[in-house]
């Protein structure tokens, strides 16, 4: 038989997920794939049980359902402070996952070249690799994470057509600043790029940093995609629905792409969730204090447990510093976390272009007395002392 692509060879399962499934097989507190161990606020629920009884269980029109699209556009345009259209400027997508994916193959043809800031989300760079393109990885240097101008500079250099940008970082909790957006801006500019977004966290930044939606910047609506989901701020990883905001002659590429991708994301969903867009402010104002108290939380038993780690700006990982422990896998060590500590984690060289492998990420999407748990089995965690 013919052999299979080429572009998948070197794909593996993710290691995020992997590390969920070691955690059941353990019975480890999951710390390793970012989902809430709560659930959905009540009003959303109780929506989502009475669309059951309503004529929403087929087609929606498939770039996003009308009322789902409308509040959809008066949250992100009061958020972004940009009027955003619901006809022209929105698609609904499959989880931000379709949405990032529907973007790369609208902007990206066989050939091209993609910038993607290492570490970064593994789905960047499969893709990029799925689009036919080739990425350029450029780092973010641990513990801060801060990016060299020329390296990134260079990177465009090379002929990029796009750069990706996850902002708040996953999964090093890096919130860009308006000035390192700006300079990438200018980049864009100079060399003629799109730049794709990955916003998913943008609720979920701490004080004093501040969320900048990229496309907001002076000349870059019609250079960005902005891509996003629901799953993270309203406690639905499961439902599966995000989206992408763009110009409008992008946009209505994107729907094309979208079209052949999935059809369409859940109708039934799409109706429920309406209520939950048109949450006011003081959802928002709580979520992040919730999230704020647990980073707090996870941080300071970190700290009395004698655990280097980085403070998170936004969204809700902490990237945990092994080295001490004198191993040589970080997949191992996660794996022997989980079985011996209880206590499940990704090995950060999944998300490092570069040979790191003295990094793992926990997340904080965990209710106090679980993460208190945790805590207090990883204050056994020395038993991996080699």
Request: net charge negative; with cysteine; glycine share 6%.
């Amino acid at each position: 038989m013919k052999p299979l692509s080429n572009r998948t060879t070197f794909f593996t399962d993710s290691v995020i997920r992997r590390m969920t499934r070691i955690s059941n097989q353990y019975g480890a507190i999951n710390l390793s794939q970012g989902f809430p161990d709560w659930d959905p606020p009540r009003a959303l629920l109780d929506r989502l049980a009475a669309t059951a009884e309503e004529p929403v269980h087929q087609y929606s029109i498939t770039w996003g359902a009308q009322n789902m699209r409308q509040a959809l556009a008066r949250k992100q345009s009061h958020f972004m402070d940009r009027d955003i259209d619901p006809e022209r400027n929105i698609v609904v997508t499959c989880g931000s996952t379709e949405a990032m994916m529907a973007a790369m193959m609208t902007v990206v043809d066989p050939g091209d070249k993609v910038v993607i800031f290492s570490p970064f989300y593994e789905n960047y760079g499969a893709d990029t690799i799925l689009s036919g393109a080739e990425p350029i990885y450029v780092p973010l240097v641990p513990p801060t994470y801060d990016f060299d101008r020329a390296q990134l500079e260079a990177a465009f250099a090379q002929g990029a057509k796009a750069l990706v940008l996850c902002n708040p970082s996953n999964p090093c909790g890096k919130v860009f600043t308006r000035e390192e957006l700006l300079f990438i801006a200018e980049l864009a500019r100079k060399y003629d790029a799109y730049v794709i977004t990955d916003e998913v966290y943008e609720h979920l930044v701490y004080a004093p940093h501040e969320h900048v939606y990229f496309a907001t910047l002076p000349g870059m609506w019609e250079r960005t995609i902005s891509c996003s989901s629901l799953s993270k701020t309203y406690s639905i990883t499961g439902w599966r629905l995000g989206y992408t905001i763009a110009a409008p002659e992008v946009t209505e590429r994107i729907k094309q792409v979208h079209d052949f991708l999935t059809v369409g994301a859940a109708a039934p969903l799409q109706e429920a969730v309406v209520t939950a867009l048109e949450f006011g402010q003081d959802y928002y104002d709580q979520l992040l204090a919730l999230y704020t108290g647990k980073r707090d939380l996870l941080c300071k038993g970190l700290d009395d447990l004698g655990l280097d780690h980085n403070v998170p700006q936004g969204a809700y990982y902490v990237m945990v510093d092994i080295g001490r422990f004198n191993y040589e896998s970080d997949l191992e060590f996660c794996e022997d976390l989980a079985r011996v500590v209880g206590v499940g984690a990704v090995p950060g060289s999944s998300f490092f272009r570069e040979p790191v492998n003295h990094l793992i990420r926990l997340h904080f999407s965990r209710r106090d007395e679980t993460l208190e748990a945790a805590l207090e089995r990883l204050s056994h965690i020395d038993r991996l002392q080699r």
